[in-house]
């Protein structure tokens, strides 16, 4: 296998990646609290993971890719630094709403299956719901307490991490700075809690009978907190020691912290290998954020005119460990790019039929392909895998080649350009499209000429009605495949 290079945040190095198990990777990713739309930057993180799993399989190695869904016990004192503080996210958003906690969750969660088909992101062999675990939870936090790291108080069970350095001779927060922080110093603090830094286990209902959302326990009736749900979720399916892990890096300060300790606090195993975090996303050169009016949805996109994956190109003009700068400038930017390429790779199929190679632009062509590989295997420099990509197409090797090597670097990319559909009146070339909306188009094409505008616009809600959007551009018209999900849990 070709060598691979991650930034481990747990080492706060690159590494060579080493997988435990090279017939199998084991990946999980921290997925949305779906108390509303998922951003764009939760969407970054979202195409990082994606970008990570494409280069893994690109390397030829067998991935086993889980992502959660929080539906149930992500607090909203999580954004003043206490995750078990303040109210359940979904529960206040079932009463902005009107809804039942249930409903919200479903809601969201379908929701964010559609843009993350919008955005030609890798389904995962599941997509693991907090709500369908509750009892592997309930598992964990009962095997924790058989071994002496939990404590209950009034609202809930606690993990008691002073004992978890005592007893493992661990450091607790090796990803963060977090044994730095002090009680008191952003959030209220608990008078109950025996250290600052515990944290929520299994909060209790108060009073019970009360929450759309709670369950039984040896406890009594509540609910788990946060962080209990991606141990047992990814220890459950990828093991008790497994490759990767991979989060925003607001994740990195509580949320990872909390899960190494508990989970190797539980199997008394390293809980796993690399930890992979991703930069935030600013928009304007400032703070995103609902407050702000700007925490922008794959949607918001969508109604400004751009296609979904314009915002993927977007992600990769930056390396994914620092962070971009979101601008309506800057996106528009991105889809001028993104037609130019869109434009070229019919082009260069249809050019000539393959040719045997001269050595030199056989070499060319290895060039290539090892210089993509290089860059996206040297911890995911997808602006350096653009900047080889750019390059390759100017180059004089034969255009079926080139579009080969287009569509092989794509499998990295993701922007789906195999499936470049387009009609153009230049060259009456078409790519997958389905001869329904082909015959509609041709239909379209002959009312404009007699300038029939009004049935030809009829003609339009016909073809997005059967899954495409039509661009009519200076070359032509057009012809893109609007991604529907079929997402299912």
Known sequence: MPDIFLTNSLSKKKERFIPINPANVAMYTCGPTVYDYATIGNFRTYTTSDVLLRVLKFNGFNVTFIMNITDVGHLSGDNLGDADTGEDRIVKAAKREGKTAWDIAKFYTEAFYQDFEKLNLVKPKLFSKATNHIQEQINLVKKLEEKGYTYKINDGIYFDTKKYEEVTGKRYGELSNLDQIKEGKRVKPNSEKRNPRDFALWKLSRPSGTRHMEWESPWGIGFPGWHIECSAMSMKYLGESFDIHVGGEDLQSTHHPNEIAQSEAATDKPFVKYWIHGASLKVDGGRMGKSLG????????????????????????????KQLNFTWDGLKAAQSTLDNLRQQTPSLNSKAQRTILSQEKSNKVDYYINGFREAVNDDLDIPQALSILWKMLKDSIPGKDRYNLLLAFDEVLGLDLSQTASVTKRTGLKFQISEKASNLLKEREKLRKVGKWKEADKIREKIAKIGYTVEDTSEGTRLKKIRVSNLKV
């Open 294 to 321: 700007n925490a922008y949805t794959v949607n918001d996109i969508i109604k400004k005119g751009f296609d979904p994956l314009t915002l993927r190109y977007l992600y990769f003009t930056a390396h994914y460990r």
